[in-house]
């Protein structure tokens, strides 16, 4: 997983029902310092993230897709978790 | 998944007979505002995309296959949607 | 899938008959406009593809393996087509 | 797998329980002479591992399931093992 | 498959019976005249490569299980085979 930023939201209409009332979020990935990695991932969102937070994103399509209780779909990444806090500690 | 622009078409000749009918897309890779994030990728086209149309590419097989109602064959990326609006809010 | 030109072969021992009789092709990554992209891929060839043909450029090993009709085995990289058109369109 | 070096912890709401109970640390990619490589990945330890502790990051989510138990889940990176030596031999 | 050469092994404690007895090889990924790429992976070793050989790396969990004839566990990469020769055609 890696740490990203909730920056937005995607409309799109798709070809498949699994889509159907899922929210798609914008997230630009971050370092563990909170700056920009560069990079982004269109993610759907299973936690209620708003704007600004800092989200966990795994990029796997088995596991999201069992996390949204299909068997099949077109899905990869997703945002999993609301990050409350990142502990650093390289001394 | 990640934002591309459908930039053209590939016509090639396959060895699996699950590309009958399905047409190619060259698609450029962009970033959440509109311009080229450098790569491209070559997608199945399951929503009649169209040149300059912004689109949402997933890249994972197992997604793909089952969208295309196959339970084998040499896919992975696919055009899965087609953008109507990227709303970027990092206020 | 990616474009790649095909710019060499490989002879290498295995450990597994998957491979027996199969043709391993150095593939050069290009760009849709034919310039190399940088990086390659040593992929098996099934589509009888020879030096300097631009190939697409399947990397997934589910979807390999089963286009080689066995359900198991090392491969993830394969020639799935010989590309015939790239028809770019970015009017 | 890739080397890495434990660099913090992540605390994180989740809407799985897969992650109850379980440490998610923040690791650093390192090269093999053991400097920084640029890069980092969230994972789930497994065996313990302690800040500063170079580990094996295993960044495939069928593996990481298995080795927790469970049949699916919101899992992609682990660390697999904690790193006793690494003997390069370039001469 | 990409061309890689052995350049080291890797000893560490795992919490999975799945590598005993199997050695970890550290490996430098290389250009198809034989240069370092750049980058590296640490893999399983099925084909007894030694130091400074050049071998082909898969790099993908499914394939490497079967091969290792194991069900499950935490395994991504493997030298799959010992490399004899790279015949480069860019003609």
């Given at each position: 997983m890696?740490?990203?930023?909730?920056?937005?939201?995607?409309?799109?209409?798709?070809?498949?029902?699994?889509f159907?009332?899922q929210?798609?979020?914008?997230?630009?990935?971050?370092?563990?310092?909170?700056?920009?990695?560069?990079?982004?991932?269109?993610?759907?969102?299973?936690?209620?993230a708003?704007?600004?937070?800092?989200?966990?994103?795994?990029?796997?399509?088995?596991g999201?897709?069992q996390?949204?209780?299909?068997?099949?779909?077109?899905?990869?990444?997703?945002?999993?978790?609301?990050?409350?806090?990142?502990?650093?500690?390289?001394?």
């Amino acid at each position: 997983m890696r740490l990203a930023r909730v920056s937005g939201t995607v409309v799109s209409t798709f070809n498949s029902p699994i889509f159907d009332g899922q929210r798609l979020l914008l997230c630009d990935y971050l370092n563990p310092d909170g700056e920009l990695a560069g990079g982004y991932v269109i993610a759907v969102d299973v936690v209620s993230a708003g704007p600004g937070e800092t989200v966990l994103i795994l990029d796997e399509g088995t596991g999201a897709r069992q996390i949204m209780g299909v068997s099949g779909g077109p899905i990869r990444a997703m945002v999993v978790g609301i990050v409350e806090e990142v502990a650093v500690d390289r001394s």
